[in-house]
Structure formats: structure tokens, C-alpha cells
């Protein structure tokens, strides 16, 4: 069973054909929605949208870890994780599809794990290449069946939000090697892999880190590429799951 969870632009999901809406409580609480259990291109599909349907939910007060309990208790066995992000390498401009092979986690005060032991032990879970590979591979093939220009990898700094970084963070997340900035992959994609989920993201470049660009940042302009992309990653969203065995 393959799992959505769609990230800011994409709270609603329409073209689903849905089936039901089932709200779960989990030990670590509640859901951000009720999980919409939906069909499309003859697949079962379960669509989350992390920050609540309204999208009333900022990052960093996201209940991580009831989002990933839920999806592993209703059988789910792949997550696509959609990000909107801040581009700071090359070719990566607003308005480009990156998918992420790697992570840095620059987030903080999260509920990080379900610290549960393994064999007695504290679960140290592998977490060398955060992304699944055969993940990354549908969704690259998906990509460029749907003809869009996208960068098949980039390093993933994940910052704690809400606010946006300072030009000074952005030029510390690129001394560091990131070619994007979000708030939303960690620890969702740790969590996910504590219970041996497969897990892979595709993001959506909105804007320029702060400070690179030659006007300050605009919410608007942001939303506007937010949108305009949209179509684009439903399109990707349906060539992926057709492709899901
Ligand atoms: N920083 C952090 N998160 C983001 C950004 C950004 O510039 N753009 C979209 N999500």
C-alpha cells in the first residue's frame, strides 16, 4: 500500500477518487487529518496532508510521529513525502523538482524517534542513505515520464521554523553542502524507517534561500510557484502510483 503525504499546496487532493475517511488516534496522539483512503490509475492510495486540511499545522507542531504510526497501522508499506522547499544550489531556481538523496537535520525539541528497543536494545536504526533507492528510482522514472525538468538528487538541510532562515543560516546550510532548505522531512523520514517503511520525497523548489536573491523574499511569489506547480506534482503523484507494485 502506497502512502501521499502532501506538504504545504498540496492539503486537498480532489482528483482522488476516495473511498473513505478514517480517523485514527495513535499512542503518540492524534493525526494531523483523518487519512483518506483513495483509488487512482487502478491503485490502492492513502493521501495525509501534513499540515492538516486547513493547513493549520506549522512544522515544527506537526505530530510526526502519529502520522507515521497511522499509515504503518493501516498497512502501509511505501511513503511519498511532498516537500515545498528553498533552492540554494546550482540549477536549482524556483519552480525545479528536486528529489533528495541525502538529509541534514538542523531541527530541534521534535519528538526524534518512538524509542522502541530492539532485542532489549535501544533501536539504533540505520539511517546512512535516509531515502529509499527503489523509491527514488519510481519516483525519477515517474519524473521523466511526465516530461518535467527535475534534479535527481540534492542534500536536504532541514531547519526548525517557522520562520524562514536568516542569510547568514543560508550561507552556513551551503558551507555545509545543502542544496535545499525545508522544514518538514525530519524526523518524518526517520520515523518511517524505525518501522521499516520505505520512504522517498519529492520537493518543489518556491523560492531562493534568504539572501540570494536580489529582492527579499515574497510569501506571494512562493505561493503563486507553489500553485502553479501543483499540477505538475498530481501529474508525477498518478505515473508513480500506476507504477507501484
Ligand atoms: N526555508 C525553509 N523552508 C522552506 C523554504 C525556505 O526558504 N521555502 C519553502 N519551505
Known amino acids: ?17 476516495i473511498i473513505e475517511e478514517r480517523f485514527l488516534s495513535t499512542p503518540y496522539g492524534e493525526c494531523s487529518a483523518p487519512l483518506t483512503f483513495a483509488r487512482i490509475e487502478n491503485q490502492s492510495l492513502i493521501f495525509l496532508p501534513r499540515h492538516g486540511k486547513g493547513h493549520k499545522l506549522p512544522p515544527h507542531l506537526i505530530n510526526y510521529r502519529a502520522n507515521i504510526w497511522a499509515l504503518k497501522e493501516v498497512g502501509v508499506k511505501q511513503i511519498l513525502a511532498i516537500n515545498a522547499v528553498g533552492g540554494m544550489g546550482d540549477g536549482i531556481a524556483p519552480g525545479t523538482f528536486v528529489v533528495p538523496h541525502q538529509v541534514i537535520d538542523y531541527t530541534w525539541g521534535r519528538e526524534q524517534s518512538f524509542n522502541f528497543l530492539l532485542d532489549g536494545y535501544v533501536n539504533h536504526i540505520d539511517f546512512t542513505h535516509p531515502y529509499s533507492a527503489r523509491l527514488r528510482d519510481q519516483l525519477i522514472n515517474s519524473l521523466t515520464e511526465a516530461r518535467l525538468p527535475f534534479q535527481a538528487q540534492g542534500i536536504y538541510g532541514c531547519t526548525q521554523g517557522p520562520r524562514l532562515e536568516t542569510a547568514a543560516e543560508i550561507q552556513r546550510l551551503i558551507r555545509d553542502g545543502c542544496d535545499l532548505v525545508g522544514m518538514t522531512a525530519m524526523p518524518e523520514a526517520a520515523l518511517a524507517r524505525e518501522l521499516a517503511m520505505d520512504y522517498a520525497a519529492l520537493c518543489l523548489v518556491v523560492n531562493w534561500g534568504a539572501g540570494l536573491a536580489d529582492q527579499e523574499l515574497s510569501i506571494a511569489e512562493m505561493m503563486q510557484i507553489l500553485a502553479s506547480g501543483m499540477n505538475n506534482i498530481k501529474k508525477t503523484i498518478f505515473i508513480f502510483a500506476k507504477n507501484t507494485i
Request: glycine letters at 18%; aromatic letters at 6%; hydrophobic letters at 45%.
Open 1 to 17: 500500500m502506497l502512502a501521499v503525504i502532501g506538504g504545504s499546496g498540496l492539503n486537498q487532493f480532489p482528483e482522488l477518487e
